[in-house]
């Protein structure tokens, strides 16, 4: 079977999509127009529309329905938010357990609110395994990880260590030694959600045009070349994404993330490996990896990318063939069993990190302009969260979700989220960082001895990590 680098596996999942929905060709008015079709824009229309079914709503997107990251990701669904610590941790501990709650129940909501409305998309509740399943110096790496879950507050029910027999037991990694496991965690086929949940809020009353680039966005106003919508509020949806709003794009950048599937796999294979609830899996490497079992038996695996020069985000699928043959490596090296599998797909996209990694839904109700993002790769639980509480905070409810600390409803983006540096700066950082990092996995993966540049990495990147906040 031919490798085909540039090839998103969940969009080949779906039969033939029918003709691109119209463009918007006229000036019109809506109560909300939102900006982009991915899982932020159209989870926010949703609860819009299904609370206030009287509300006009229009989606413009300037490619097709999921063409961003939520049409393509690593397709988990994860109960946390990267960067809650940045919200959680002058609170007393009674309300960073309420924030961790929700975030956690933010899960079986979306498995719930699929079940209702009959979107097929392969939702699987199978947890996460955080693993410390290739050197041993991830035991404590995770054992620090879990610690830290705890301090954040998520349950001591949710999150727990398992040993290397427990772990064994759900998969079987080389070197499992043990791990975390995280019940609040699913997966989806992405794609499948996507374009469910946008025939969904069609049917809801909702108009989505497509092939709908939106040149300029301003208050209570978002102008295509053809044509222009004024709406009370506008919503910014883009994510990783924002490159034609110089507003945005300045406070969230685009990452890539790049990932794999092999071929189904054998039932042998299957046997040797285990993973029958399916859960999702990554190791303790700072290159960021994630990992699940498919509905179809093949396995997924991702791993954070580059950052390219400018912010620019990626619009096509392909990677290169060294991308893809880092990722099959790492996999093989988890589960040996791998080596000599076929890798059938590999593709990539942008997710979108904000300068002190937070995840933010904000209105501002002057401008009448809001937005969600900066997810930093944990996105496609986050989306469904932000959508429901930019809609709460659109409708002026006085909800839990409304009073979170990363629910903003008289603020402006420019003041709360801080800018990135501007270039040639951002593009060195991340260099530096990316080869810091890769530095660092390799002395951890020879496990031998490195008494003094080891320490200094290991310093050099806790460092790194915490200039980005
Ligand atoms: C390869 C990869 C793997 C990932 N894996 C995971 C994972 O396993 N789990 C997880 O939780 N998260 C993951 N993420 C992150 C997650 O997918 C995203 O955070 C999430 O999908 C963002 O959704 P969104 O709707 O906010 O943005 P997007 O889905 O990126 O949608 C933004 C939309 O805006 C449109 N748009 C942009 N500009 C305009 C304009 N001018 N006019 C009109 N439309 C416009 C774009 O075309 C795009 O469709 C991953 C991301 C990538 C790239």
């Not at 979700?401 to 060195?428: C, D, G, Q, T, V």
Request: glycine content about 10%; overall charge negative.
């Amino acid at each position: 079977m031919q490798l085909d680098t540039n090839s998103n596996l969940w969009t080949s999942t779906i039969p033939e999509r029918p003709e691109p929905r119209p463009r918007l060709e006229a000036n019109i008015q809506a109560d909300v127009a939102i900006v982009g079709a991915g899982f932020t824009g159209l989870w926010t229309a949703y609860y819009l529309k299904t609370q206030a079914p009287h509300l006009s709503i229009v989606v413009l997107e300037a490619g097709r329905v999921g063409h961003g990251a939520s049409g393509r990701n690593g397709g988990w669904v994860v109960g946390n938010l990267a960067g809650l610590e940045r919200y959680v941790n002058e609170l007393p501990m009674v309300r960073r357990r309420e924030c961790c709650q929700v975030v956690a129940d933010n899960v079986d909501e979306i498995g719930k609110v699929l079940e209702r409305e009959g979107i097929a998309a392969d939702f699987n509740k199978g947890g996460a395994l955080y693993a410390a399943a290739r050197y041993p110096d991830q035991i404590a790496i995770q054992k620090d990880y879990l610690a830290h879950l705890h301090e954040l507050g998520h349950a001591e029910t949710n999150c727990s260590w398992l040993d290397a027999d427990q772990l064994a037991e759900k998969a079987r990694f080389r070197n499992g030694y043990g791990g975390i496991y995280h019940r609040q965690v699913a997966t989806v086929n992405p794609a499948k959600l996507v374009d469910g949940l946008a025939e969904r809020v069609e049917r809801l009353g909702v108009t989505i045009h497509e092939n709908s680039r939106v040149t300029r966005l301003g208050q209570h106003e978002a102008a295509t070349d053809q044509g222009t919508i004024e709406a009370t509020t506008i919503v910014c949806a883009t994510e990783g994404y924002a490159e034609d709003f110089h507003d945005f794009r300045k406070h969230v950048i685009p990452v890539q993330s790049l990932v794999i599937a092999t071929e189904p796999l054998t039932d042998d294979l299957w046997q040797e490996i285990g993973m029958a609830e399916r859960p999702a899996f990554a190791d303790a490497s700072r290159l960021i990896n994630y990992g699940h079992r498919s509905a179809d038996g093949r396995l997924i695996f991702g791993a954070r990318g580059s950052y390219a020069f400018g912010g620019k985000s990626k619009h096509g699928m392909a990677m290169s063939q060294e991308d893809i043959h880092l990722r099959r490596d790492l996999l093989v090296d988890l589960f040996p069993v791998l080596e000599g599998v076929a890798i059938s797909h590999g593709w990539g996209g942008s997710l979108g990190l904000s300068r002190n990694f937070r995840p933010h839904g904000i209105l501002d109700r002057e401008s009448g302009i809001a937005t969600a993002g900066g997810y930093a790769g944990e996105g496609v639980a986050a989306a469904h969260l932000f959508g429901r509480t930019l809609a709460d905070l659109i409708l002026e409810r006085d909800s839990q979700l409304a009073s979170m600390p990363w629910a903003f409803a008289n603020a402006n983006h420019r003041h709360l989220i801080k800018r990135w540096e501007p270039e040639p700066l951002r593009w060195l950082a991340a260099q530096a960082i990316t080869y810091s990092y890769a530095g660092e996995e390799v002395l951890m993966k020879r496990n031998k001895p490195a008494p003094l540049i080891k320490p200094v990495l290991t310093r050099m990147n806790d460092f790194f990590a915490s200039i980005i906040e």
